[in-house]
């Protein structure tokens, strides 16, 4: 009996279910959860990573593409602005390089000086009735710099232009634009009724408001002639220059002379370096 027993129990026990689960993902049974790796997957929130993007580009886990930092170049036709102490008040300059096309007829092969030693000055100033403007002169490059200054003066003072455009708007034709009271600087021309360069062909001459402030000769003869009516020089009109006030005073900072001033002729409308 002892015998029959002990192989009854062992056959129930050899019978009787597993309590062990197992891998296999066969039949009934219970899969076991398997263990995590060694490499744990985490949150992009729990670990922050700093990306450098442009703005329109969403942050992603990828590693960013190296930009390069702009390249900031100069060249000579590059604006530049000027007086920047001026900017509360509204004046504005730019100092630009010019191009035998941008001189157009105002200059030719032979003259003195090319369009490499020249430069475009475009600054703010008031017309007559005043507006701010913005005008264009072609003046030689040396003297640039010093002659934004001045307009900036001008500017301040409330001085007033009646315009300011490159001759070359007039055909190169001096007797034209004075005539129109432009104020111009650059033109590749001689000394009326010699062979001798203008101070103008060099770019180192201005005429300010030409029509109300003449070139009157020794003779009395008046350029343009429709300035006539402006050679009183204690008439009350605007955008006139007379011996000693603040134009002449801020060319003359400068370095600049005045034709009012010459003996003989009267160039009202003339400021040069040289004093010719």
Same mark, same amino acid.
């Given at each position: 009996?002892?015998?029959?027993?002990?192989?009854?129990?062992?056959?129930?026990?050899?019978? /009787?279910?597993? @309590?062990? %689960?197992?891998?296999?993902?066969?039949?009934? *049974?219970? $899969?076991? #959860? +398997?263990?995590?790796?060694? =490499? /744990?997957?985490? @949150?992009? %929130?729990?670990?922050?990573?700093?990306?450098? *993007?442009? $703005?329109? #580009? +969403?942050?992603?886990?990828? =590693?960013?593409?190296?930009?390069?930092?702009?390249?900031?170049?100069?060249?000579?036709?590059? $604006?530049? #602005?000027?007086?920047?102490?001026?900017?509360?008040?509204?004046?504005?300059?730019?100092?630009?390089?010019?191009?035998?096309?941008?001189?157009?007829?105002?200059?030719?092969?032979?003259?003195?000086?090319?369009?490499?030693?020249?430069?475009?000055?475009?600054?703010?100033?008031?017309?007559?009735?005043?507006?701010?403007?913005?005008?264009?002169?072609?003046?030689?490059?040396?003297?640039?710099?010093?002659?934004?200054?001045?307009?900036?003066?001008?500017?301040?003072?409330?001085?007033?232009?009646?315009?300011?455009?490159?001759?070359?708007?007039?055909?190169?034709?001096?007797?034209?634009?004075?005539?129109?009271?432009?104020?111009?600087?650059?033109?590749?021309?001689?000394?009326?009724?010699?062979?001798?360069?203008?101070?103008?062909?060099?770019?180192?001459?201005?005429?300010?408001?030409?029509?109300?402030?003449?070139?009157?000769?020794?003779?009395?003869?008046?350029?343009?002639?429709?300035?006539?009516?402006?050679?009183?020089?204690?008439?009350?009109?605007?955008?006139?220059?007379?011996?000693?006030?603040?134009?002449?005073?801020?060319?003359?900072?400068?370095?600049?002379?005045?034709?009012?001033?010459?003996?003989?002729?009267?160039?009202?409308?003339?400021?040069?370096?040289?004093?010719?």
């Amino acid at each position: 009996m002892r015998v029959v027993a002990t192989a009854l129990v062992a056959l129930l026990a050899w019978c /009787a279910p597993s @309590s062990a %689960t197992t891998t296999s993902g066969g039949g009934g *049974e219970t $899969p076991t #959860t +398997a263990a995590p790796t060694s =490499t /744990a997957v985490v @949150s992009s %929130t729990m670990i922050p990573t700093t990306v450098t *993007e442009s $703005p329109s #580009t +969403a942050t992603t886990g990828a =590693t960013p593409e190296t930009t390069a930092a702009p390249v900031v170049t100069t060249s000579a036709a590059a $604006p530049m #602005t000027t007086q920047p102490g001026n900017q509360q008040s509204g004046f504005e300059s730019e100092i630009l390089a010019v191009t035998a096309d941008d001189l157009a007829v105002s200059w030719h092969t032979g003259c003195p000086v090319g369009p490499a030693d020249l430069r475009a000055i475009r600054v703010s100033h008031w017309d007559m009735s005043g507006t701010a403007r913005t005008g264009t002169l072609i003046v030689g490059s040396a003297y640039a710099g010093d002659l934004v200054a001045v307009f900036s003066d001008l500017f301040e003072a409330g001085f007033p232009i009646e315009r300011m455009e490159p001759v070359d708007r007039y055909g190169a034709d001096d007797d034209a634009s004075m005539a129109a009271n432009n104020t111009s600087a650059f033109n590749c021309r001689v000394v009326a009724g010699t062979s001798t360069w203008s101070e103008h062909a060099y770019g180192r001459a201005i005429d300010l408001n030409p029509l109300i402030n003449p070139y009157v000769l020794a003779n009395g003869s008046v350029f343009p002639p429709e300035g006539a009516d402006y050679v009183d020089r204690d008439a009350d009109v605007p955008g006139l220059i007379v011996a000693g006030d603040m134009v002449v005073q801020s060319f003359a900072r400068i370095g600049w002379s005045w034709g009012g001033n010459w003996s003989g002729s009267k160039d009202y409308q003339h400021f040069s370096a040289t004093g010719r």
